[in-house]
């Protein structure tokens, strides 16, 4: 059994269609971060990251005074 594949895509006959779709997403994505802004992660704002797990629940601004101590 052979398959037989279209040889000739009409690649240009989608044009408008795909330069209409390229638009829109670019126009949504301009809306989106004018409206929301860039949520950087600490890759590109810098920092530190410290996780540290808890058998049991801690009380968060003790910790924060903790770290501040040590110079975090």
Do not use: C, H, Q, W
């Not at 044009?15 to 409206?35: E, N, Q």
């Not at 629940?57 to 101590?69: M, N």
């Amino acid at each position: 059994m052979r398959v037989k594949f279209k040889d000739n895509i009409d690649f240009m006959g989608s044009r408008k269609l795909a330069f209409a779709l390229s638009g829109a997403m670019i126009i949504a994505s301009i809306v989106f971060i004018a409206l929301r802004g860039l949520n950087l992660g600490l890759d590109f704002t810098g920092g530190t990251v410290i996780e540290i797990g808890y058998p049991e629940p801690v009380d968060l601004e003790e910790v924060r005074g903790s770290l501040s101590k040590a110079g975090y």
